[in-house]
């Protein structure tokens, strides 16, 4: 029965102190069109406990996968197995304010590196209309904002650090491990979790909007 599988999970499994385990933990999309029920929920805080969640995964088979914000109308994060959520691994690990070069763990959420940076006199080139979706999230699902002069969220990133499903920690960015890294900025999860970015920004600034009535076509 379900409360037997979910017994012998937690045998299983050595990282009690950061797994939320709930006989229905049910997950769902912003739009609840979509909606499954998960045996395990986790929010780790450290690296080690990421590996950790993913050796089990791998161990015994089950589908692992990430969800942030959960902002997309898609179905990409269902998982009848384990839900990893990255909320309380957001810190900022480095800014270089003379390089407008910030290093991020994966789960920030945008509206908190926005903060961050307005406190270093430092900002995204381009967000998209909203800023609740963790860094990891909006790379992963190619987040972008307006201007033709600007690319997806994903083309300010300069580096990325991955866990694949072997437990590695790879590192990718346009001089190393290329390929990777250019799939990586729009890759929907497929390639491992995102644990850390390295984001370009640039100094500063205010933005001017002139808003006026459109003209009605006849």
């Known amino acids: 029965g379900i409360n037997a599988e979910y017994g012998d999970l937690r045998k299983k499994m050595p990282h009690k102190d950061f797994m939320q385990v709930k006989d229905r933990f049910w997950w769902t999309n912003w739009s609840q069109t979509h909606l499954i029920k998960a045996k395990c929920y986790y929010q780790p805080i450290t690296t080690e406990q990421i590996l950790s969640i993913v050796k089990t995964a791998v161990t015994y088979q089950y589908t692992l996968k990430v969800v942030g914000a959960c902002h997309s109308p898609s179905d990409i994060a269902k998982s009848e197995h384990l839900i990893l959520n990255l909320d309380k691994y957001s810190s900022v690990l480095s800014?270089?304010?003379?390089?407008a070069l910030v290093k991020v763990q994966?789960?920030?959420?945008?509206?908190?590196?926005?903060q961050q940076l307005q406190n270093f006199?430092?900002?995204?080139?381009?967000?998209?209309?909203i800023a609740e979706q963790s860094i990891a999230g909006a790379i992963s699902t190619g987040t972008h904002g307006t201007g033709g002069k600007f690319g997806s969220?994903?083309?300010s990133i300069v580096e990325l650090e991955i866990i694949n499903s072997s437990g590695e920690i790879v590192k990718c960015s346009k001089s190393e491990?290329?390929?990777?890294f250019n799939a990586a900025r729009c890759g929907l999860g497929v390639l491992g979790i995102i644990i850390t970015a390295t984001l370009q920004c640039e100094p500063a600034y205010n933005l001017h909007?002139?808003?006026?009535?459109?003209?009605?076509l006849r």
Do not use: Q, V
Not at 121 to 129: R, Y
């Open 153 to 155: 969220l994903g083309s």
């Open 209 to 216: 909007i002139i808003e006026y009535p459109s003209r009605t």
């Open 121 to 129: 006199g430092l900002a995204l080139s381009n967000l998209g209309s």
């Open 95 to 99: 800014i270089d304010k003379e390089k």
């Open 106 to 114: 994966a789960g920030i959420r945008l509206k908190d590196l926005n």
């Open 177 to 180: 491990n290329p390929e990777l």
